[in-house]
């Protein structure tokens, strides 16, 4: 697509319920980024994919977070169990390769746990 | 711990003048840098960046500048239009993924 396109924009969801949230990246794009912006912080590492592995996971914050990605293209970001301090907005990136730092993002799914 | 730091989380200018934003990292082995802009309800969009290599980097009226031996960077945006208001990201390249600061937002009075 022309764009990196996320959903859903708005979750709201309650504390102990799993989550999924999508990435569809820049067609072409090998190398998938997903970050998260908490209120008030910047943007706050998780994992990136090339192609369908993840060579750094070291941003997930707890073991309840997976992601994965499938055909060099879609991925998904999982949260289990979720908790209050879950709420963010999570933003996902692409990029033609890895290395290319002119990432771009998505419009991000704002998380709220209540 | 924080490796690219911006201070000032806000910044207010008049339009036709100067903005100057501010950011400092610690981790001498970042080897690009990056400006990113953000405006409500939309992700970031890359602005500007500059190698590690060089200390000036200009397009249009933004110009980025890197001290290396201070391990500081600066955006100038001149002249500064309403248009301009929005969150600005610092970030840093290295070990194939970005690291970005925690933002200021500049507010370009009219």
């Known amino acids: 697509g022309a764009g990196v396109s996320q959903s859903p924009s708005n979750k709201v969801t309650e504390k102990g319920k799993d989550v999924e949230l999508r990435c569809d990246p820049i067609s072409g794009h090998t190398a998938l980024y997903w970050y998260r912006q908490r209120l008030g912080q910047g943007l706050e590492f998780l994992i990136y994919f090339q192609g369908n592995s993840a060579p750094d996971k070291s941003g997930l914050p707890s073991d309840r977070f997976s992601a994965e990605r499938t055909g060099e293209s879609v991925s998904t970001l999982t949260i289990q169990r979720t908790q209050q301090e879950d709420s963010a907005v999570y933003l996902c990136a692409s990029s033609l390769n890895r290395g290319d730092y002119g990432y771009t993002f998505g419009s991000g799914t704002r998380l709220t746990v209540v | 711990d ?3 730091k911006q201070n000032s989380p806000s910044l207010s200018v008049q339009e036709g003048r100067i903005s100057i934003l501010n950011c400092d990292y610690t981790n001498s082995m970042f080897d690009y840098f990056l400006w990113y802009k953000k405006y409500p309800a939309e992700g970031p969009t890359f602005l500007i960046s500059i190698s590690s ?12 500048f890197l001290n290396k031996s201070a391990k500081h960077l600066s955006l100038h945006i001149v002249p500064s ?7 600005y ?8 993924k970005v690291t970005f600061g925690t933002g200021t937002k500049l507010q370009v009075i009219p």
């Open chain 2, 2 to 4: 924080q490796q690219v």
């Open chain 2, 53 to 64: 290599i060089k200390d000036k980097n200009e397009d249009g009226r933004f110009t980025v």
């Open chain 2, 81 to 87: 239009q309403p248009g301009d208001s929005a969150v």
């Open chain 2, 89 to 96: 990201f610092c970030a840093a390249g290295g070990y194939q």
